[in-house]
T-cell receptor, first 111, second 115 residues
């Protein structure tokens, strides 16, 4: 079946460090891929998306590229801020129009 | 525009009891989805309602049920609570276009603790 695997957290970085959160997926066909972010005490928000191979989604300085050959959609940011501390979820949309979620990766940014 | 609201925000129940959670979607949204979030299992899809009909269902036992009213507000019910039902229950609303299921707006969740 379809599944999403994310790197385990928490990931702890200093402010202005480079961020990578790994995400790989298993799915039939070519699903759309998403990153969501959950700030403390809030609901999830769509951060970025990519709908086909080689697409790059970007938002708020975050980027992720849909890599069909490695079935990956890693999230990157060049210089993180304390305000980026949150839980990040990778997800895919399956053929039944459901979102399949990764386990989430907690990101902690220290000043 | 007001966001998705969920009530109550926190609940403590005892094993064997039942509970009802409520979700008010964003005005104009016709689809409401429910998710269970736990540290061990992550985010799992419970069900989706669209125009008062259940349109999609996850892999949860029949103790979990829901409904949607004509004003799109939704409730979910869990009967015969078990310790493992302790979780954050998230509601998400959207306009309901299935190919744009990712355009969901999430509420802050209801934290249910079963003792």
């Amino acid at each position: 079946g379809n599944s999403v695997t994310q790197m385990e957290g928490p990931v702890t970085l200093s402010e202005e460090a480079f961020l990578t959160i790994n995400c790989t997926y298993t799915a039939t066909g070519y699903p759309s891929l998403f990153w969501y972010v959950q700030y403390p005490g809030e609901g999830l928000q769509l951060l970025l998306k990519a709908t086909k191979a080689d697409d790059k989604g970007s938002n708020k300085g975050f980027e992720a590229t849909y890599r069909k050959e490695t079935t990956s959609f890693h999230l990157e940011k060049g210089s993180v801020q304390v305000s980026d501390s949150a839980v990040y979820f990778c997800a895919l949309k399956d053929s039944n129009y459901q979102l399949i979620w990764g386990a989430g990766t907690k990101l902690i940014i220290k000043p | 525009k007001a966001g998705v609201t969920q009530t109550p925000r926190y609940l403590i129940k005892t094993r064997g009891q039942q509970v009802t959670l409520s979700c008010s979607p964003i005005s104009g949204h016709r689809s409401v989805s429910w998710y269970q979030q736990t540290p061990g299992q992550g985010l799992q899809f419970l069900f989706e309602y669209f125009s008062e009909t259940q349109r999609n269902k996850g892999n949860f036992p029949g103790r979990f049920s829901g409904r949607q009213f004509s004003n799109s507000r939704s409730e979910m019910n869990v009967s015969t609570l078990e310790l493992g039902d302790s979780a954050l229950y998230l509601c998400a609303s959207s306009l309901g276009h299935r190919d744009r299921v990712y355009e969901q707006y999430f509420g802050p969740g209801t934290r249910l603790t079963v003792t």
